[in-house]
């Protein structure tokens, strides 16, 4: 049961761990976190599967950047995600360029990881404010300022 609804939002996931780290390697690592802590969950206690989901790659997500920002100390280039190739689909790879343009990139590059997973679910995929607050840990009101910033 768990695994459907996981597979169902699987795309999404990925999509979120990608664009909030940049790497096609990194946005697995946080796939893979995010389903050993998904396959532990009470399904019983869960409303809303694809919101929780979220929430859990999300966190993930900023945990991963913290990470990396320690590591990526020594280099001094700017940070811009790898290409993630895809199938040969036109309709996706529209969707992927209108997604990912450079000027979003530019600005992600500026963000510390909770405005940046702000700035990506909400800009990216519409993800409410109460939604947003509750994955990274912090009061609607607070991803709202985030957000205006």
């Known amino acids: 049961m768990s695994e459907d609804a996981f597979a169902r939002h699987r795309s999404l996931l990925s999509t ?25 969950v009470d399904l019983d206690t869960v409303r809303d599967h694809r919101a929780y ?15 990396l920002g320690r590591r990526k100390e020594s280099y001094v280039g ?3 995600p790898e290409p993630l190739l895809t199938t040969p689909d ?8 209108d997604s990912v343009s450079m000027a979003m990139l530019l600005v992600l590059e500026t963000l510390m990881p909770t405005e940046r997973a702000v700035f990506v679910l909400r800009e990216v995929f ?4 109460d939604e947003i607050a509750e994955a990274v840990g912090k009061s609607p009101a607070a991803v709202r300022q985030i957000a205006h910033r």
């Open 16 to 40: 979120v761990a990608y664009e909030m780290l940049g790497s096609a390697a990194d946005a697995e690592d946080v796939l893979q976190e995010t389903w050993l802590q998904w396959a532990g």
């Open 53 to 67: 989901l979220v929430r859990i790659t999300t966190r993930q997500a900023l945990s991963q950047l913290r990470a």
């Open 78 to 80: 700017p940070w811009l």
């Open 90 to 97: 036109v309709a996706e790879d529209v969707e992927l360029a």
């Open 126 to 129: 519409d993800v409410s404010y």
